[in-house]
C-alpha cells in the first residue's frame, strides 16, 4: 500500500519587480548525466532519473531531486502502525523551472519496498493482508506523524513538527536554497506554499467502506481506475483533500499514469492559486514590456490550457484528460471553476495593462518621429485678428474653409473664439503628426465646425467628431495636450447650445 503527500509551491519571483536572484543552476527540468558532477538543489539532494520515466503528458519530470536532506522523520521506526511499521518509498522534490514546483513524500505499508510490489502486480499481491488495514486510519497516523525540514540560515534541523504541517518551511527552504544571495532570500517571502495533497492505494474492500462524504468516480470513466476524493474527519487535518484510488482491474500503468496526472494537476491549481492571490494582493505587480511582465503573461496564458479538460495537452498516450475528468466530477471542480473565473479575471487585466503600456509606447515612438521628421511641405494661414498659423497644405486648407465656416456663423463669440483657438492648436501640432493621423484631425474639425455653424446642428454628429479629436490628440502624446485643453474648454461652451 502507498500513501503520498505533496506540498505544492508557487515560485513567484520571476514574476516580481525587481527580479528576485534566483540561481542559474541547476537548469530545469534535469538531465542527470554520467560522472562525478551531477546537478543538485542545496539543501535538499541530487538529481536522479525517474525509474520508469514520466507521464507523456509532463516530459519535464523525467528527473527530480531527492529531498531527503530537505526532511527528515526521526520517529518513523517508532511508530506503531498495528500491522507493520511504514518505509519511506520516496522524498522527491520537482519543479517546472519557473514556477510550479513540489516536494513529494511517499510511505510503503507492505514489507517488501515499493520497487519488489510493483514486479507481483500481476500475480495478486495487491491482496496482501497488510492491506486490510482501514485506509482512513493510515492516513491520520501518517499526516500526524513528527518531521524536521532542514533551516539553511540556522544550519541546523528545526524542531519536530507534524508532517502535514511541513509545507511552507519546506517551500522557505527552497527560497534560500535557490537564492544567488542567501543571506536575502528570506526577507520577503517569495515562494508560498499551497495546500497539501494526500493520496493513498487502497483495496476494494477498504474503497467500498469509505464515508459517504467521499464522491466516487465512475471507474468507466477512469479507464477502470476507481478514484474517491473527500475531506478526512478530525480536527486537525478536516481541510485537506485526500484521493483514494483502489485498482480494480485497472492495468498498472493506468493507475501510475492517473496518480501521477492527479499530483502534477493539484500542483498546477495551487501554484496558479497563490499567483492570482498574489497579483490581487500588488505583491506581484506586472509591468508589461519587462522580462518578469512577459514571463508573468506567458504563465497566464499558458495556465489557461492546463485547466481546459478539452485541451488536455494534446496528448493521448496519458491519463491527463482522466485524470482532469476525476477532479472535475468531485468537490475539487469547484475549486477549478473558481480559478478559471479567477484566471480570466486577471488575464483581462493583465491584457488591458499591455494594451495601454502599447499605446503609452507607440506616444514615445510617435514623439520621436515627429520631432525629427517635420513635414516641411506647410503653408501659412491666418486665423483670427492677424494671427497666423503653419500647417501641412492639405491640413492647412481644411483648417482655413473650417475657420471660414464659424467666423461666417451666428453663434456666439465665446464660441468662436473656442472653435478658433481649437483650429490653431490642430493647425500647430499637424506639423509633428504623420500625415494620416492629421488629415483626420482636420476633417473632424471641418465635420464639428459645419455641425456648429448650421441652424439645427446634430448632437450626436459633433459629439462623435470632439471624441475622436481627444482620441487623436491623446494619441501623439505630448503634441496632443494644448488641443485637449482647447477642446476641454470648448466642451461646456457647445453643451449650452442643447441646454
Known amino acids: 500500500m502507498l500513501i503520498f503527500f505533496q506540498f505544492p509551491f508557487a515560485d513567484m519571483r520571476s514574476f516580481m519587480s525587481p527580479l528576485r536572484g534566483k540561481l542559474g543552476l541547476p537548469t530545469w527540468p534535469m538531465f542527470p548525466v554520467f560522472g562525478k558532477q551531477k546537478p543538485f538543489v542545496r539543501h535538499f539532494g541530487r538529481a536522479r532519473r525517474r525509474n520508469r520515466g514520466a507521464d507523456f503528458a509532463f516530459l519535464d519530470e523525467q528527473a527530480f531531486c531527492n529531498a531527503s536532506k530537505a ?12 500491522y507493520h511499521h511504514p518505509n519511506l518509498a520516496f522524498r522527491r522534490l520537482f519543479y517546472d523551472g519557473r514556477c510550479v514546483g513540489r516536494v513529494e513524500v511517499g510511505y510503503a505499508y507492505d514489507s517488501p519496498g515499493e520497487g519488489t510490489r510493483y514486479l507481483h502486480w500481476d500475480d495478486g499481491y495487491r491482496d496482501s493482508p497488510y492491506y486490510e488495514i482501514l485506509p482512513t486510519d493510515l492516513f491520520l497516523k501518517a499526516a500526524t506523524i513528527d518531521t524536521q525540514v532542514y533551516d539553511a540560515r540556522a544550519k541546523k534541523y528545526r524542531s519536530s513538527e507534524k508532517l502535514i504541517y511541513q509545507g511552507q ?13 542567501a543571506n536575502e532570500a528570506n526577507d520577503e517571502r517569495c ?14 474492500d477498504a474503497f467500498d467502506k469509505l464515508p459517504r462524504n467521499f464522491n466516487k468516480v465512475d471507474p468507466d470513466e477512469t479507464k477502470g481506475v476507481r478514484l474517491a476524493y473527500g475531506r478526512s474527519q478530525g480536527s486537525l487535518t478536516d481541510d485537506i483533500g485526500i484521493w483514494f484510488v483502489d485498482y480494480g482491474d485497472a492495468s498498472f500503468e493506468a493507475v501510475r499514469s492517473v496518480r501521477l496526472c492527479l499530483a502534477r494537476l493539484h500542483a498546477e491549481q495551487e501554484a496558479l492559486a497563490s499567483v492570482l492571490s498574489g497579483i490581487q494582493s500588488g505583491k506581484i505587480r506586472h509591468e508589461p514590456n519587462t522580462d518578469q511582465g512577459n514571463a508573468l503573461e506567458n504563465y497566464l496564458n499558458e495556465a489557461t490550457k492546463k485547466l481546459s479538460k478539452a485541451s488536455a495537452f494534446g496528448v493521448s498516450k496519458s491519463s491527463i484528460a482522466t ?18 473565473d479567477a484566471l480570466e479575471t486577471a488575464r483581462t487585466q493583465v491584457k488591458r495593462k499591455v494594451e495601454i503600456a502599447a499605446l503609452e509606447l507607440t506616444k514615445r515612438q510617435v514623439t520621436k518621429i515627429f520631432t525629427s521628421e517635420v513635414n516641411m511641405n506647410t503653408k501659412t494661414i491666418n486665423i483670427g485678428a492677424g494671427a497666423q498659423v503653419n500647417a501641412p497644405v492639405v491640413v492647412a486648407e481644411t483648417i482655413e474653409n473650417s475657420f471660414q465656416t464659424i467666423d461666417r456663423s451666428n453663434v456666439g463669440t465665446d464660441l468662436k473664439d473656442a472653435v478658433s483657438a481649437l483650429l490653431s492648436e490642430i493647425a500647430r501640432a499637424s506639423e509633428h503628426m504623420n500625415s494620416d493621423q492629421a488629415n483626420e ?14 441652424e439645427k446642428p446634430r448632437e450626436s454628429w459633433y459629439n462623435l467628431a470632439l471624441e475622436n479629436i481627444k482620441k487623436i490628440a491623446k494619441d501623439v502624446g505630448d503634441v496632443g495636450v494644448p488641443i485637449l485643453k482647447s477642446a476641454a474648454a470648448l466642451a461646456p461652451l457647445i453643451a449650452k447650445l442643447f441646454g
Not at 526532511?71 to 498495528?82: E, H
Not at 518551511?169 to 544571495?181: E, M
Not at 476633417?443 to 455653424?453: F, G, I, M, N
Open 441 to 454: 484631425l482636420a476633417r473632424d474639425a471641418e465635420t464639428l465646425t459645419k455641425e456648429l455653424a448650421s
Open 169 to 181: 518551511p519546506l517551500a522557505d527552504l527552497f527560497q534560500i536554497s535557490t537564492s544567488a544571495n
Open 323 to 340: 485524470a482532469m475528468h476525476a477532479a472535475e466530477v468531485t468537490a475539487v471542480g469547484q475549486k477549478i471553476e473558481y480559478l478559471r
Open 71 to 82: 526532511i527528515k522523520f526521526p520517529s518513523l521506526q517508532k511508530a506503531d502502525y498495528g
Open 191 to 204: 515562494v508560498v506554499s499551497g495546500n497539501p495533497l494526500i493520496l493513498m492505494e487502497c483495496t476494494s
